[in-house]
């Protein structure tokens, strides 16, 4: 498939460098962040992620899970610390390179944020015109993502004619229509049904099964433990957990034993593979 | 492919806020319709008083006895002996009669003989002079009362009051209508913001993701300035149809008539429209400016 040689390509060329050399995608070091309000958003929180990591951040509500994210985008300034993304201080970022480098991020959030007054196949033509994408461009990208997030019969339906599923996957395909090497999620599920959102994590997990950094913010503990990725709980503002939960698995898993995962807490049994995970296993 | 995307943008902003954009198109109609009025007439009313100014004249009355070689030694000294003279003409005891009387025949009709005296009109070098020259003719003595330099002039008499008077007007009316048009231009601009203001706002969701998936800041910032600037040429185009339509219908017919509207010191029509236009484009790119400033923090 078109858009995983496209990444497999990029990620070879990168890889040419010695493993060691390679900064972290993400290190956040002593970082605090006071709103003006005076509510602590963030609190020393020290933590680095490595290239093509699955990363959850967890935490109950009001712990700062979103606040790392709008550091993330430099939404906002951190009152201490620093962040560096791919090696860069985002300190010394200027404010007019900020289109720049978000244009690296992919971006998803609880409530799709998409528009309605666009089919799916606009909204996603939308980040890559307003980023100055040429409609040639537009023409080779936006049907590629589209069949990669599953949503090529749905070109032409407007976001109130989707499904919450379907609507996070379109806002999905938006975030990663310019293979950002970093995607961060903020609860990308939290307005889904668990079957559902088995579905949108699956699709997190086959993007970042082409190289891509994936950090989620998530409430759900539940099926977090069940995933065996790495996890930051976040608690008041201060990381109080960063493990490998137990049984994480180093080996690659397909996508579809990766659903199996998250559907079911003990290990998935061999199923007979449908067309959707033989389409799953191409990754 | 850029221009499009913001042009149309743009248009979507223009359906969706359909009465704002109306609202502010109309306040540029009435601006641009006042200026275009405003301009020419101005123009206009100070080209005819400086008309009246560069007519202004000292009237030499003699006595009505005076004789020839009285006229003939009056003219000397006006046309030769006397400072600030421009051009000196006489109208004699009986010219005067046959124009007033062609003025007012019954009145003259009534008087049996010519109650009028030779007159020299003397026009100044220069308007500002008339006083001089009439303080020159007719200087005031000791005792305040005026003498006239020859005894042959029985008075001295300028129409420097009514030109003042004239002058005066005018630069009221001129005050009246810049203040006017000074509201009407801050009106629309202000009309023009808030349209701006309001698509801001049912196009906040475009503006957050532009911003999420890193749109620079004037790439946001495009879309509505072209809808203002859309908005503030179309009114513009509507108030100068107008103009041309009523110039066509009203003007030009009277043109003839009314020295006025023909006068050659007002501007023309292609070079007033162009000003509008610049005007109106200017005054909506202002009102956009304006809003995107306050509340577009990208
Ligand atoms: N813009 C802001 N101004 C002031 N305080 C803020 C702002 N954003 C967040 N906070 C505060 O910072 C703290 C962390 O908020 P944050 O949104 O990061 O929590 P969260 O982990 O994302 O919660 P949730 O799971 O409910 O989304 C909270 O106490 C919140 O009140
Ligand atoms: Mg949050």
Redesign the pocket.
Known sequence: MAISERHAQQLDRTAARPDQQVPNVVEFRGVS?Q????????EDATFSIRRGEFVF?V????????????LLIKE?EPTAGSIRVAGHDLAKLDRKKVPYYRRNLGIVF?DFKLLPDRTVHDNVAYALQVTGGHRKEIRAKVPDILRLTGLSTKLHNFPDQLSGGEQQRVAVARAFVNHPPLLIA??PT?NLDPETSIGIMQLLYRINRTGTTVVV?T?DHAMVDRMRRRVIE?N??RVVRDELTAGYRQDEVSTGEFGALLREPAPAPRRLPDPGDLFDDAF | MRFSFFLKEAMRSVNRNAIPSFAAVASVVVTVLVLGVFIPVVQATTGAANEVRGRVLVDVFLKTDAKPADVQRVRVLLSQKTKHVGKVQYVSKADAYKQEKKRNPEAYQLLGSNPLPDTFRVTPDKADNALALRDELAPISASGSRTSIDPAIDKVENRKDQTGKILTATRVVKLAMFMLAALLVIASILLISNTIRLSLFSRRREVEVMKLVGATDWFIRWPFVIEGVVLGALGGVVAILVLLVSKIALIDPLASDFALIASPKTISFSLLVSLLFAASVTVSGLGAGLSLRRFLRV
């Open positions: 962040m709103f003006n309000s005076g509510d602590m958003g963030l951040l935490g109950h509500t009001g712990s700062g899970k979103s606040t790392i994210m709008r906002h609880q903020d609860e939290g913010a409430h976040l008041g503002g």
